[in-house]
């Protein structure tokens, strides 16, 4: 393997210059062409660099950004452990979390536990027609798609969900078929039948029987009160005890 190249050096060939020779061979090089890539264009969208690691002893990075918004604030990361060669398995999550003021009581109250680091969705189950659960990269042509990924769907959906409005919006409405699929079918269905009851959703009664547990089997949280008992206590709770705000 060639000795590691730097930022410096994957910035002209993302400017155009010989853009076909050298694709990373290294987690490093990855690391250094992923950071040059993303950073501009998430700083344009007002995110700034939360987390810059890397580990070399066990090829290990993890890049994340952040920004705070009307509801909350979100993060965008990338991680990869190993690589080389050209190959690497790249995670890539979009994380939303809303004001813990608004959340964690009702969580508290219908006996849910509270999922302290918000909603943390997965691109690539997200994206792709089989579920894979992380992006792989061993190419130019792979890489060019990833950095597509970023600015048509991951900020897409950022953008849109900067206010309670527009979260309710990506995770109930017709924004994005995949996205609505995925948070209707996940262990985040308690934020987002919440969500549906702070925005005043037309559909939210319909939303307590589509999104209830008998309906998803797949439907688990991390609580030691089966959420068959629990998603009633949520139900009744928000019909019960919180109005929409807006």
């Not at 302290?116 to 060019?144: C, P, Q, R």
Request: charged fraction near 20%; glycine fraction near 4%; aromatic fraction near 10%.
């Amino acid at each position: 393997i060639s000795p590691e190249r730097s930022a410096e050096y994957w910035l002209p060939i993302l400017e155009g210059a010989d853009y076909q020779q050298g694709f990373p061979q290294t987690h490093t090089e990855l690391h250094q062409l992923l950071t040059a890539s993303v950073d501009k264009l998430l700083r344009v969208n007002d995110f700034l660099i939360d987390g810059n690691t890397i580990n070399e002893d066990i090829e290990e990075f993890y890049v994340s950004y952040i920004r705070q918004t009307t509801f909350g604030y979100q993060k965008i990361s990338f991680g990869c452990l190993g690589g080389g060669d050209g190959e690497f398995r790249l995670d890539v999550y979009l994380c939303l979390r809303p004001p813990e003021s608004y959340i964690k009581p009702i969580m508290i109250a219908s006996e849910i536990k509270y999922p302290t680091n918000g909603m943390l969705l997965n691109v690539a189950v997200i994206l792709s027609e089989n579920k894979e659960d992380v992006v792989m990269i061993n190419n130019w042509e792979s890489f060019e798609q990833l950095l597509l990924i970023l600015e048509n769907s991951v900020l897409k959906w950022a953008n849109i969900a900067q206010n309670l409005k527009g979260m309710d919006a990506l995770l109930n409405g017709n924004v994005d078929e995949k996205m609505r699929q995925y948070v209707h079918h996940h262990k985040y269905m308690p934020y987002v039948l919440i969500i549906a009851r702070l925005t005043n959703n037309p559909n939210f009664e319909q939303l307590t029987i589509s999104l209830a547990p008998e309906k998803n089997k797949n439907f688990w949280l991390a609580n030691p009160i089966p959420y068959t008992m629990t998603w009633p206590k949520l139900v009744q709770y928000l019909r019960e005890e919180v109005k929409p705000i807006i």
